[in-house]
């Protein structure tokens, strides 16, 4: 783990998660300070210029999703962190939360100063009941200390619904309303939290808002890739000998991810694919593991970074075995909502069933193509957009394993 770079992790391991002493020891809530005492437009720039672009999925760039709540005036405003961590695989933000809540506290308290927000809620998924106690320690000790001034955080939980990661789901979910996507535009820095002007960031996102404002947006611009800078955290799982999370710059390759931080392949076995963001995420073979793993980068093999989880397969692993549960996943965890996901998830599944137990047709292959580019187009949001993801990408990349199968 040489080539690790800490910025989001830099606590980890240092401090008492639970001891708001030690983290204002270590340098916490200066950057809280230094941005209360600078102009709100100056602030908001210079997160900006530092090019953060979301750490969630999106890969939006921060400072300028801020600038859209700032130029509104509103008599409420709302910072929203989003912790439903319900991509399989991932588990960043809660290694975050569990080891340095203070600073993702911070990072919101520094976005509320900008857009001139006095309230601030953490979305935290149902399966973490935990973290939930982490968080409302950490809020508590805050408060008695007086480091968050007159901004507010409260903690709201999930119900396990995977939608509500998409933020208009989460809004809708924290209104006490069913947790479905809104339609787009207008977007939630316009109209957000009860129709109120509302960012949304993840939380390894505000993570990094602290340190930018410590270091400078010059600082953070320079490590990475240029067009995605900073760092990732990386949860790796599957076939690989090192099962664990790092922090590496964006510009380190798929290859070293898996053979540099993963140790290789377990087992002495031959590498067959990854697949990166999550279960919404992209198949990857060997040809493209030199890709940098930026989202830019991710993006020109037909790929995307997402949520950061990396998930390897070894030469033993059936692809149309993992797919068809994957869409099983997601036929569950449809909404519902709009028709081409809700129909479409559930077709998806049936066919792959099909070509699972031997009794497809390559008429069912070109089916499944043809249905997963229009959902692709026609979902209402990024769950039904991402779901024929990994369908379309095997198809394209491993099509000799669906060959196989067909009758």
Avoid at 72 to 87: F, H, L, M, R, T
Avoid at 91 to 96: E, L
Avoid at 236 to 243: K, P
Wanted: aromatic share 8%.
């Amino acid at each position: 783990m040489a080539e690790e770079m800490r910025i989001v992790l830099r606590n980890l391991g240092k401090i008492d998660p639970l001891k708001l002493d030690e983290y204002i020891a270590a340098g916490g809530y200066k950057s809280l300070e230094k941005a209360r005492s600078m102009d709100r437009k100056e602030l908001i720039e210079e997160v900006k210029k530092s090019g953060l672009r979301g750490r969630g999925g999106a890969g939006f760039n921060c400072g300028m999703k801020w600038s859209f709540s700032y130029g509104i005036d509103s008599d409420q405003k709302y910072v929203i962190c989003n912790a439903d961590e319900g991509e399989p695989g991932t588990y960043k933000d809660r290694t975050i939360m569990e080891n340095d809540p203070q600073s993702v506290l911070e990072g919101m308290a520094i976005c509320g100063y900008a857009i001139g927000a006095n309230k601030g809620y953490i979305y935290c998924r149902g399966e973490y009941p935990y973290v939930v106690e982490i968080l409302n320690k950490a809020i508590a000790q805050a408060k008695d200390k007086g480091v968050l001034g007159d901004f507010d955080i409260e903690v709201r939980m999930g119900a396990g619904a995977y939608v509500c990661g998409e933020e208009s789901a989460l809004i809708e979910s924290i209104e006490g309303n069913r947790g479905e996507p809104r339609f787009k535009p207008p977007f939630p820095p316009v109209k957000g939290l009860w129709q109120k002007p509302t960012i949304v960031n993840n939380v390894e996102t505000f993570a990094n808002i602290p340190v930018i404002l410590e270091k400078g947006a010059d600082w953070y611009a320079g490590i990475g890739a240029s067009n995605y800078p900073g760092t990732k955290v990386v949860t790796l799982t599957g076939d690989v000998n090192n099962r664990t999370f790092f922090e590496v710059p964006t510009n380190t390759t798929i290859r070293e991810v898996i053979y540099e931080f993963g140790g290789g392949i377990k087992g002495g076995k031959g590498f067959k694919a990854v697949q990166i963001g999550g279960t919404s995420g992209c198949f990857i073979p060997e040809a493209n593991l030199d890709t940098s793993i930026d989202f830019d980068s991710m993006g020109k093999i037909g790929a995307a970074l997402g949520s950061g989880a990396v998930f390897v397969m070894d030469e033993s692993r059936n692809i149309v075995d993992v797919v068809e549960r994957i869409s099983k996943f997601f036929e569950h965890e449809s909404c519902g909502k709009c028709t081409p996901c809700r129909e479409g998830t559930k077709r998806m599944h049936e066919i792959m069933g099909r070509l699972n137990n031997g009794k497809g047709t390559a008429n069912d292959v070109a089916l499944l193509s043809k249905l997963g580019k229009v959902m692709s187009k026609a979902c209402l949001c990024g769950l039904g957009q991402a779901a024929p993801a990994p369908v379309l990408t095997t198809i394209e990349h491993f099509k000799a394993d669906y060959d196989a199968k067909l009758v």
